[in-house]
C-alpha cells in the first residue's frame, strides 16, 4: 500500500427534496382539501476516524463526495424520503483544512470520533402545511433548500509514542527493524526511507508505537532534499529518539544540524523531551568510538546511549528509556545508565 498523507476532496450534501402541491380526489368526499406532503431531508457529509488505517490512499482515486438528494413529497400527505448520507473514514490523527489550507476545521486524533462536514437542505413544505381557516386551499408549497458543497483537505500526522529523527543513513530504518516487526527498506545511500513508517516495539511485556521519518539534511526547512514535509508525523510524539551516524565525519555536528532543522520547523518540536544515542557503535574501535562520543556529549549537553541496530547491542537499554520517559515525561537519561553497552 502506498503511503499518501494529504488529499484534496470535493464535497456536497444533498438538496432537500421538494414539498407537493395536491388535493384529494375522490368520490363521495366533496371537500377533499390539500394533502400535498413535504420534501425529504438531504444526506449529510459525515467523516469519522476509523482504526485500522495509517494512509489517506483511498482519496487519490477518488476525490468527489455527493450525499443524495431527499425525494421529492406526494400527494396523500406522503412525504419524501431522506436522501443518503455519506461518510468519509480517515485514519486517527487526520486534521482537515478549508481549501485556503490554513483554516483548521477539525482534528481527529482518536478512533471514533466524528464530525457533520456538510448537512444537507431541509425539504420544503407541502401546501398541506399552508393549510388555514383562512386559506382552506393553498396553492404552493416550498422547494427544498439546497445543501452545502466545498473543497477541503485531509492531512494525516500519524500518532506514534515515540518519533526517530536523524541525518540520512543514521540508521533509522535498521533501528526501526530491529525494534519491531516492522519491514522498512534498508540500504547503504542516504534517502533510502521516502515516507515515514510505523512499528509496534515490545519490551518487557509493554508495547508502543514508534515512529520513522524521512532523514533531514541542512536546509530542509527550506525544502532541501525530502524538505521538512514529514516532520508533521512526529508532532504528536511524546519523546524523539535523535540517532547519530558514529561512522560520520562529526557526530556533534551532525546533531546540531538536525536539531537546528527541527527549530526551523517549529511546532515545538525543538522542545520535545529527546533522548540521545550514538548508532554505529560496533563499525567504531575503541578510540574513534571515545571521541565521537565526546563531541555528541558536549553538542548534546547530556550522556548520549551507545547501540548498534544491526547488533542489537545496547537497544533494548534504548527501548526501555523510550517506554519510561513516554509513561512518565522525565527524562529517560536520569533513570536508566547511559553507559550499558560496551564494545
Keep these: 500500500m502506498k503511503f499518501l498523507d494529504e488529499a484534496k476532496v470535493y464535497i456536497r450534501s444533498g438538496d432537500g427534496g421538494a414539498g407537493s402541491i395536491s388535493f384529494r380526489r375522490e368520490k363521495f368526499i366533496e371537500f377533499g382539501g390539500p394533502d400535498g406532503g413535504d420534501g425529504g431531508r438531504g444526506g449529510d457529509v459525515t467523516v ?94 416550498n422547494p427544498g433548500l439546497v445543501g452545502q458543497e466545498m473543497y477541503i483537505w485531509l492531512r494525516l500526522k500519524l500518532i506514534a509514542d515515540a518519533g526517530l529523527v536523524g541525518l540520512p543513513n543514521a540508521g533509522k530504518s535498521t533501528f526501526l527493524a530491529a525494534a519491531s516487526a516492522a519491514k522498512p527498506k534498508i540500504a547503504d545511500y542516504p534517502f533510502t526511507t521516502l515516507n515515514p513508517q510505523l512499528g509496534v516495539v515490545r519490551i518487557d511485556t509493554r508495547e508502543f508505537v514508534l515512529a520513522d521519518i524521512p532523514g533531514l539534511i541542512e536546509g530542509a526547512h527550506e525544502g532541501a532534499g525530502l524538505g521538512d514535509r514529514f516532520l508533521g508525523h512526529i508532532e504528536r510524539c511524546r519523546v524523539l529518539l535523535h540517532l547519530v551516524d558514529g561512522t560520520g565525519e562529526h557526530a556533534g555536528e551532525a546533531y546540531k544540524t538536525v536539531r537546528a532543522e527541527l527549530a526551523a520547523y517549529g511546532h515545538d518540536l525543538a522542545d520535545k523531551l529527546e533522548i540521545v544515542a550514538l548508532n554505529k557503535a560496533d563499525a567504531l574501535d575503541p578510540e574513534q568510538l571515545k571521541q565521537q562520543l565526546a563531541r555528541l556529549k558536549r553538542a548534546a549537553k547530556k550522556t548520549p546511549f551507545v547501540l548498534s541496530a544491526v547488533s542489537g547491542a545496547g537497544v533494548p537499554e534504548v527501548l526501555r528509556a523510550l517506554l519510561i520517559a513516554i509513561d512518565q515525561g522525565r527524562t529517560a537519561a536520569e533513570m536508566v545508565p547511559a553507559d550499558a553497552w560496551q564494545p
Design 48 to 141: 469519522v476516524a476509523v482504526d485500522g488505517l495509517n494512509t489517506l490512499i483511498d482519496y487519490r482515486y477518488q476525490q468527489h463526495f455527493k450525499a443524495k438528494t431527499g425525494g421529492h413529497g406526494m400527494g396523500k400527505n406522503r412525504s419524501g424520503a431522506n436522501g443518503a448520507s455519506v461518510t468519509l473514514k480517515v485514519p486517527a490523527g487526520t486534521q482537515i483544512f478549508a481549501e485556503d489550507k490554513e483554516t483548521l476545521i477539525a482534528d481527529l486524533a482518536t478512533v471514533g470520533e466524528r464530525l457533520v462536514l456538510a448537512k444537507g437542505g431541509n425539504g420544503g413544505f407541502g401546501n398541506a402545511y399552508f393549510k388555514s381557516s383562512v386559506n382552506r386551499t393553498p396553492r404552493r408549497a
